[in-house]
């Protein structure tokens, strides 16, 4: 079992409508998770990040946390064309100490149709 | 805030060869991530830094592979004897601890390595 699961896609939306993207981890000790935007090509860029149980918003943007369920997502509202892009989950694990790496997931294609 | 600079952008070359890349981070972080892509997955933990000190390596990196951050300022990876295997996005990211879960990591665009 990986320790980040994401489907791959690719998640399908028409233009305005709310993207949601699941994200499932293993490890019970993970602390905090992070969302990463990646185009084609390019690098990834942190969109949000949640270490809480519950929603954080920011802009059209919500992270959701459930550390019960071991389950991570985010809500992107009014999907535009230009949020067609791959994104990526990431659990940080083992806080403190020297294990502090981010484990990916292997991300979900988000196509926005216009 | 310059970003993550990482040099070069692409390197093309023969099986067998010795490669080098160079990272360097924003300028006040004291950690440093070296990640390996291929595609349609999500980046692969190589190792890290904290100031001039690797505190992690991947098991699943191989002898061919070192990593060095000597001043605690840029790194550099090294891979000797390079198979068709490595071709791969090799990324850098840097980030400041600051005692909190928060911990943010910033990418560079990242070095395009194709073995031949």
């Known amino acids: 079992q990986k320790e980040v699961e994401q489907n791959s896609g690719p998640l399908s939306v028409p233009e305005g409508a709310i993207a949601s993207l699941n994200c499932t981890y293993s490890?019970?000790?993970?602390?905090?998770f992070f969302w990463y935007r990646q185009y084609s090509g390019k690098s990834p860029e942190l969109i949000m990040f949640?270490?809480?149980?519950g929603d954080k918003e920011d802009g059209r943007f919500t992270a959701q946390l459930n550390k019960a369920s071991q389950y991570v997502s985010l809500l992107i509202r009014d999907s535009q064309p230009s949020d067609s892009a791959t994104y990526l989950c990431?659990?940080?694990?083992?806080?403190?100490?020297?294990?502090?790496?981010?484990?990916f997931g292997t991300g979900t294609l988000l196509a926005v149709q216009p | 805030d310059t970003g993550v600079s990482q040099n070069p952008r692409h390197k093309i070359t023969k099986r067998g060869q010795n490669v080098t890349f160079r990272c360097d981070p924003i300028?006040?972080?004291?950690?440093l991530y070296w990640y390996r892509q291929t595609l349609g997955q999500g980046p692969e933990f190589l190792t890290y830094?904290?100031?001039?000190?690797?505190?992690?390596k991947s098991r699943l990196l191989s002898d061919r592979f070192s990593a060095e951050r000597p001043k605690g300022s840029f790194s550099t990876l090294e891979i000797q004897r390079t198979e068709q295997g490595d071709s791969a996005m090799y990324l850098c990211?840097?980030?400041?601890?600051?005692?909190?879960?928060?911990?943010?990591?910033?990418f560079g665009s990242g070095t395009q390595l194709s073995v031949l």
């Open positions: 990211a840097s980030s400041l601890t600051q005692g909190g879960t928060n911990e943010k990591l910033f």
């Open positions: 490890d019970r000790g993970s602390q905090s």
């Open positions: 949640i270490y809480s149980n």
């Open positions: 990431a659990a940080r694990v083992g806080y403190g100490g020297a294990t502090n790496k981010l484990i």
């Open positions: 300028s006040e972080h004291n950690r």
């Open positions: 830094f904290q100031n001039e000190a690797q505190l992690e």
